[in-house]
């Protein structure tokens, strides 16, 4: 089957502020674990007063007819392009078959009434494994909502996809390389300790696993990452953070950018770089960028990359009235 969504941005994690805002039973363990951004342990033989204790959502056995559900506000609200019903460690007591809805709200309750839309129907899962579905609709969502039918546990609910920001709540300056707009990486030379992605999140990085992080280059060259940024842009501050990397900081960086006609213009020429230090730098490029690459030198790590200017508002109020017009039709 078609996986090649799970590279793609989980828009319910934790680490974009997603949460769960409702289960109707969380007996042995809180559908809070559902979207928290690390992958899902286990001790066995670990008893608290319920019982065996799981890193995931886990309803009590059922005694009636019915199922269990979970409503997951999206981090990020988006197009989703797939879920995983990550069920790890979940053998006994995994759910054998579980459903997924999406719903698009304006605002920021989820009325009793909504009318949620069908992304994934009722389908077979497998215990202590991933369970990929596609999806294929490509409206945006700002909530899902997981069934299992009858009980059980699920570790991780990742629901991949792009995030579609509602342009009216964007000042008129900001991140444009924030996952949270919508921008992607789609290229680097090397990421064997951290992926790039992992630059542009949101916040501070919380330690030097936070962040992209290159394997020592052994030849010439330099190492680089790729970024399409939200909307072609207007840059006007780049901010290059090397916190945590205390020995492995790159020594300078520079930033490109193109606006997809193929020419190549400085937004911000070598500059040296100082270990474990977040750095500003004022930029006036020629042309408005709609994407950029980050040279490196030679190699290292980056906790984050921001590139804030005055993006192109037409462009991203096409592509959230693109995503959303049918999403709110009733
Ligand atoms: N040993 C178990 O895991 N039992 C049960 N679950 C927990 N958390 O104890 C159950 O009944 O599914």
């Known amino acids: ?24 039973d969380e007996f042995f363990a809180a ?12 001790s066995p033989r670990t008893f608290d007063h319920k019982g065996q204790v799981y890193d995931g959502w886990e309803t009590r ?19 989703i392009h797939g879920v995983d019903v990550d069920t790890s460690f979940f053998v006994g007591n995994f759910p054998p078959f579980a459903s997924l809805d999406g719903l698009a709200v ?28 596609a999806v294929s609709d490509r409206r945006r969502f700002t909530h899902v ?51 790039p992605h992992q630059m542009l999140m949101p916040g501070l990085a919380r330690h030097m696993g936070d962040g992209w992080e290159t394997a020592r280059r052994r030849e010439d060259g330099n190492e680089w ?36 006609s193929g020419d190549w213009f400085d937004i911000l020429p070598r500059v040296p770089l100082s270990p474990d230090t977040p750095h500003r730098f004022p930029v006036r490029p020629e042309s408005p960028a709609s994407r950029v690459r980050l040279d490196i030198y030679p190699d290292g790590g980056m906790a984050r990359l921001r590139i804030i200017g005055r993006p192109d508002r037409a462009f991203l109020t096409e592509k959230f009235r693109r995503h959303t017009e049918e999403s709110r039709r009733p």
């Open 225 to 260: 990452a790729e970024i399409e940024l939200a909307a072609p842009t207007e840059v006007t501050f780049v901010d290059l953070d090397t916190s945590h990397f205390k020995g492995n900081a790159p020594g300078a960086a520079a930033l490109r950018g193109t606006d997809g």
């Open 31 to 42: 559908a809070d674990h559902l979207v928290l951004p690390e992958p899902p342990t286990f």
């Open 106 to 133: 304006d605002g920021h309750q989820v009325p009793p009434d909504a009318a949620w839309t069908a992304l994934v129907p009722k389908s077979p899962l497998n215990g202590d494994s991933r369970n990929l579905f």
């Open 145 to 195: 909502r997981l069934t299992i039918f009858p009980d059980g546990g699920v570790a991780r609910l990742r629901v991949h996809g792009e995030a579609i920001p509602d342009p009216a709540l964007l000042p008129a300056e900001f991140d444009v390389a924030a996952v949270t707009a919508g921008a992607t990486v789609t290229g680097c030379s090397n990421m064997f300790f951290g992926r």
């Open 1 to 24: 089957m078609d996986d090649a969504f799970t590279a793609r941005l989980d828009l319910a994690s934790r680490a974009l502020g997603g949460g769960v805002v409702h289960a109707n």
């Open 61 to 79: 056995r059922r005694r009636t007819p019915g199922s269990d559900v979970a409503i997951v506000r999206l981090g990020a609200p988006g197009v």
